[in-house]
T-cell receptor, first 112, second 115 residues
Framework: NAGVTQTPKFQVLKTGQSMTLQCAQD?????MYWYRQDPGMGLRLIYY???????DKGEVPNGYNVSRLNKREFSLRLESAAPSQTSVYFC???????????FGNGTRLTVT | DQQVKQNSPSLSVQEGRISILNCDYT??????FLWYKKYPAEGPTFLIS?????DKNEDGRFTVFLNKSAKHLSLHIVPSQPGDSAVYFC??????????????FGKGTHLIIQP
């Protein structure tokens, strides 16, 4: 999924630990998103950023914070990880309103 | 309450036959509908879309049908090929109300193409 780079690809945390998921795009788009995917739950929006300097909550924001550092980068932070945050996290960019989304390859996070 | 439902968690189809994946939505305000395909260990990729002004959109082997009165859309794959084995998500949204932040995804259907 060229254009959207997520790091790390895998991470294991203990309950209470913190970490930041990084996302960078080279497609020069304004809108960036963080989704999580859980078995049987589909894709759920955590936070999004319509442009540099703005962020908004999605469907499941609790336990997360985000930073839109610049136009290229949008990070997702877990301050105190919980087992319920075990999931696959996708960084996503959009070329515009209602246009097809471009997904990164995901970060698989396990919280024990 | 689910706004977008994909009632079949999995579907098995023989190679060469037609695969039909279904999606139902509840909000009649939705007017933009998309299908995404996901392979293991990869992010979903956009497959095909349709707006509410149409009832059919075709792209090669893939056709999406929209029945607005029934609030139902379906994805047809003809003929099915082994590389079509993947999880398929439908997503719905509104042109007027929001951007991608307005998209709601179904839970996905795992399509398995058998040789």
């Amino acid at each position: 999924n060229a254009g959207v780079t997520q790091t790390p690809k895998f991470q294991v945390l203990k309950t209470g630990q913190s970490m930041t998921l990084q996302c960078a795009q080279d497609m020069n788009h304004n809108s960036m998103y963080w989704y999580r995917q859980d078995p049987g739950m589909g894709l759920r929006l955590i936070y999004y950023s319509a442009s540099e300097g703005t962020t908004d909550k999605g469907e499941v924001p609790n336990g997360y914070n985000v930073s839109r550092l610049n136009k290229r980068e949008f990070s997702l932070r877990l301050e105190s990880a919980a087992p319920s945050q075990t999931s696959v996290y996708f960084c996503v960019i959009s070329t515009g309103r209602n246009s097809p989304l471009h997904f990164g390859n995901g970060t698989r996070l396990t919280v024990t | 309450d689910q706004q977008v439902k994909q009632n079949s968690p999995s579907l098995s189809v023989q190679e060469g036959r037609i695969s039909i994946l279904n999606c139902d939505y509840t909000n009649s305000m939705f007017d933009y509908f998309l299908w995404y395909k996901k392979y293991p260990a990869e992010g979903p990729t956009f497959l095909i879309s349709i707006s509410s002004i149409k009832d059919k959109n075709e792209d090669g082997r893939f056709t999406v049908f929209l029945n607005k009165s029934a609030k139902h859309l379906s994805l047809h794959i003809v003929p099915s090929q082994p590389g079509d084995s993947a999880v398929y998500f439908c997503a719905v949204g509104r042109y007027s109300g929001g951007g991608a932040d307005g998209l709601t995804f179904g839970k996905g259907t795992h399509l398995i193409i058998q040789p």
